[in-house]
């Protein structure tokens, strides 16, 4: 998507994906640096650990202790968060969400699961609750999120099937942050878990349902939403909506969405 926007506005510019160890994550930072790239995404496993790799961190980022771009200016590494406004972009362009006092579930307290927590506190949520499989890694975040002045009841709790069929019913928005929906051939765990299993008898009508998993776009989670009447947002959308806010960080220019989206749905076609 990001080499057909850079054609699109006649950027002689690429983007290429490099596969780097967790042990080798300094080299590979220092070398993009060394090499004067104008700026690079970072992704699981290693959004936390880029932080301290970096010359600065703008504030939401920091705040949420995760960073998905940088930008290399002057031979220094800026980092920023571009999943936390892009997931509510997707929430609200094609979801239909209203964040505004909305009730809000949140599966998984990695990096991706806080941004989630961090940007739906800040875009007006009356209640947030976060669950992951270790429960005090949950609890940490909620303190967090409420310490950052969010204006609404955050909580942590386990991420489990008791939890999940408690905590589900309530919720007008639900964001699946954990890989638990991935293809297994892609390190996704394949199956209904239990929580998984349990979160399908909770889905309603008047829901809306984000996976941030993209592969498969529609995950067995979606298909179960859409039966259930809820409103499904593929993980697509939220990608789309991050890599245009990272494009808009790294060239200063307004992303070509349009472009975007549609070299995204060109390399993983809509099976429905």
Known sequence: MHNAAFTALGLNWI?????????DLPAAVRGLAALQVAGFNVTIPHKEAVL???????????R???VNTVRV????????????????DALMREGGARLAGSRCLVLGAGGAGRGAAFALAGA???RVVILNRTPNRAEVLAG????DGARCDVRGGPLDATTVTREAPEADVIVQATGATMSPALGGGGGW?????????ELRSGMTVLDMVYTPRWTELLRAARQAGATAVSGLSMLVAQGARAFEVWTGRPAPVDVMARAVDAEIPDRG
């Open 144 to 147: 967090q999120v409420a310490a």
């Open 193 to 201: 878990t239990p929580w998984l299993g349990a979160l399908r008898e």
């Open 64 to 66: 949420i202790g995760a």
């Open 52 to 62: 301290p790799l970096l010359d600065e961190v703008d504030p939401p980022a920091a």
């Open 124 to 126: 007006g949520a009356a």
């Open 73 to 88: 200016e002057a031979g220094r590494l800026q980092g920023f968060n571009t999943d936390a406004p892009g997931l509510v």
């Open 15 to 23: 983007y290429l994906p490099f596969r780097v160890r967790a042990r």
